[in-house]
């Protein structure tokens, strides 16, 4: 059952970071332009999506969702119960969208010069990374004011 919480939670979340493209806020932005550069991306590996656009963008979003909940299973292994479930299905998506990041930034690096969208992508794949690891308590351990799930 917590497989199935995860991967509604990451999904969840994966979806909230695309609907962020139409926030007015640039900045904000940038997670959602990230997924459907990422879309685009296997659209032009495998051929155009034609009229499937819709049904396929929507796959590849809960496709990515079940790809943060099984790393929210990992994130699980590794630090047991003291995590409230949520909080690791949450990580596991931002993880997914980091991923992401690092993958358009290191494409760009390769494919041109342009060293300003590749350092942007780079920016926010950190701070997803950052978020995922004080979600799953990486960084709040040893002595830190994280607290216990006893104490939330």
Do not use: C, H
Request: aromatic share 10%; hydrophobic share 55%.
């Amino acid at each position: 059952m917590s497989f199935a919480r995860d991967v509604v939670v990451a999904t969840v979340v994966v979806v909230g970071l695309y609907g962020l493209a139409f926030v007015e806020f640039q900045p904000v932005q940038i997670p959602g332009y990230l997924l459907i550069v990422g879309f685009d991306t296997l659209e032009a590996a495998s051929g155009s999506a034609g009229s499937n656009f819709d049904v396929l963008f929507y796959a590849y979003l809960v496709g990515l969702g079940v790809a943060g909940g099984v790393i929210s299973q990992l994130l699980r292994s590794l630090t047991g119960d003291e995590v409230p479930g949520w909080r690791l299905g949450v990580a596991g998506a931002l993880v997914v969208a980091g991923l992401l990041a690092f993958s358009f930034a290191l494409l760009v690096l390769v494919g041109s010069s342009q060293l300003t969208p590749a350092l942007i992508a780079g920016v926010t794949g950190l701070v997803s990374f950052a978020i995922a690891g004080w979600l799953a308590g990486a960084l709040g351990r040893n002595g830190s004011s994280t607290p216990a799930k006893s104490e939330l």
